[in-house]
């Protein structure tokens, strides 16, 4: 998604000093890789029809929905709004949604205190492509300070997401937190007392490093291509720099 003259893939061949060799080689490795990208691809589904398997959804696991267009490992500002207005409107209940960016949030959240109920003005703080703000009412039903959370699966490792709070918002269990990160691991909830296992609905603001420690949990992982500064459709940004002679910008620049 970064948009500069030299976003695009690339393949090294190693030959010992034979260019000839590389040449054809990384030719031939550039193409096999070109040949996977539809099979790569998540399938996404659009906002809407994330939600309508929502609203069917009846299974004792979890539905996970990946917010991809918002995953801060990508660059995003991981404050949008679009999912959690979705499930607001939709008036789902029983579902947890992690993590947002708003150091302003869990803020006002710490003044107030665990079981204090308050007026706040949640995420798209950061642009437009974060959506517009969410005006609530919420209460507050977890703090913690300082916190870290661990990669999934078998890669480990601590990654530190700074002060965090847990509100509730109607049917929604919003983890806020003021070190921008994307969602790892279940510590983004468990380590502030929610299991995210017993949820009818979990959101992930990330793309694809939560896949480890949330499958085993769900029952489907829904990948919503969401609006956002990361949609995965990149006809829809506003590049002004990147090679638009290549794919995806070209259907089949080889042809």
Not at 43 to 60: C, G, K
Not at 172 to 200: A, E, M, Y
Request: with cysteine; hydrophobic share 45%.
């Amino acid at each position: 998604w970064s948009d500069i003259k030299e976003m695009s893939s690339k393949v090294i061949a190693v030959t010992d000093n034979d260019k000839a060799k590389a040449a054809k080689l990384s030719k031939e490795l550039a193409l096999e890789f070109f040949a996977m990208r539809d099979k790569t691809q998540p399938p996404y589904v659009t906002l809407d029809a994330a939600m309508s398997r929502v609203s069917s959804h009846n299974l004792p696991k979890p539905m996970v929905l990946a917010d991809v267009s918002d995953n801060a490992g990508g660059g995003a500002a991981s404050d949008s709004t679009f999912i959690l207005q979705a499930l607001l409107d939709k008036k789902v209940k029983d579902a947890a949604i992690a993590m947002f960016w708003d150091p302003g949030a869990v803020k006002l959240a710490f003044e107030v205190g665990e079981g204090a109920e308050l007026d706040i003005r949640l995420g798209g703080k950061l642009g437009p492509q974060s959506g517009p703000p969410i005006d609530a009412r919420a209460q507050v039903i977890k703090l913690e300070k300082d916190v870290t959370i661990q990669f999934g699966g078998s890669r480990k490792g601590t990654n530190p997401i700074g002060d965090v709070a847990a509100l509730q918002i109607e049917g929604v269990t919003v983890i806020v937190n003021t070190k921008r990160s994307q969602c790892h691991s279940l510590d983004c909830f468990t380590k502030l007392g929610i299991d995210p296992s017993q949820k009818k609905v979990v959101v992930v603001k990330s793309m694809q490093h939560f896949h480890a420690a949330y499958a085993p949990i769900a029952s489907e992982v829904v990948y919503v291509a969401a609006p956002g500064a990361l949609v995965p459709d990149w006809s829809l940004l506003p590049y002004t720099k990147a090679d638009k002679t290549q794919w995806p910008f070209v259907a089949n620049p080889h042809a």
